[in-house]
T-cell receptor, first 115, second 113 residues
Framework: EAQVTQNPRYLITVTGKKLTVTCSQNMNHEYMSWYRQDPGLGLRQIYY???????DKGDVPEGYKVSRKEKRNFPLILESPSPNQTSLYFC??????????????FGAGTRLSVL | QKEVEQDPGPLSVPEGAIVSLNCTYSNSAFQYFMWYRQYSRKGPELLMY????GNKEDGRFTAQVDKSSKYISLFIRDSQPSDSATYLCAMSVSGGSNYKLTFGKGTLLTVNP
């Protein structure tokens, strides 16, 4: 079964305590992305990766880091979380955008609260 | 002007109605256009994907892209209560050199039995 798995699903932490949200996909997709979703602001892309060791910034990369050492994994790192990073986070994997077809899967989400 | 504008609704229709959801955009370089459905407390799922202008149909869903007007639409025929969800549009400039996606804020749709 095609899956994008995020962990943890829920996390409450305190300002400044480093955390990592893991993301793993089992479809051998080249593209992976991280998004945050906030009321009134919609879904915004944080970082994306087009292949192993290839990452780039989305619209809201400040305060986040990513790495893509293996094709299946794309962790999101918050080195020093702040309350404005309280949000719902989604990881997604995808085939490359092309003319004919595109396949995308999203994880179930990670709800993060930074106190 | 925001890059992608989408009326947040909410939109409430009776079962069986034809639903029209729309997004406008300002960046004429967008080439890839997508619609997602997101149920409450779930991740988005890709519903329709279109490259450049034209129509695409999949069952009860039709996606239309009018690049000259910078306007995209999603039509849902014979709407069902199970279509009740938030619908998000998204766009990308280029699939080859980057994978930057820009989303609308989403439209909340309720289909009443």
């Amino acid at each position: 079964e095609a899956q994008v798995t995020q962990n943890p699903r829920y996390l409450i932490t305190v300002t400044g305590k480093k955390l990592t949200v893991t993301c793993s996909q089992n479809m051998n997709h080249e593209y992976m992305s991280w998004y945050r979703q906030d009321p009134g602001l919609g879904l915004r892309q944080i970082y994306y990766s087009m292949n192993v060791e290839v990452t780039d910034k989305g619209d809201v990369p400040e305060g986040y880091k990513v790495s893509r050492k293996e094709k299946r994994n794309f962790p999101l790192i918050l080195e020093s979380p702040s309350p404005n990073q309280t949000s719902l986070y989604f990881c997604a994997s995808s085939t490359p955008l092309g003319r004919a077809k595109n396949i995308q899967y999203f994880g179930a989400g990670t709800r993060l609260s930074v106190l | 002007q925001k890059e992608v504008e989408q009326d947040p609704g909410p939109l409430s229709v009776p079962e069986g109605a034809i639903v029209s959801l729309n997004c406008t955009y300002s960046n004429s370089a967008f080439q890839y256009f997508m619609w997602y459905r997101q149920y409450s407390r779930k991740g988005p799922e890709l519903l329709m994907y279109t490259y450049s202008s034209g129509n695409k149909e999949d069952g009860r869903f039709t996606a239309q892209v009018d690049k000259s007007s910078k306007y995209i639409s999603l039509f849902i025929r014979d709407s069902q209560p199970s279509d009740s969800a938030t619908y998000l549009c998204a766009m990308s400039v280029s699939g080859g050199s980057n994978y930057k996606l820009t989303f609308g804020k989403g439209t909340l749709l309720t289909v009443n039995p």
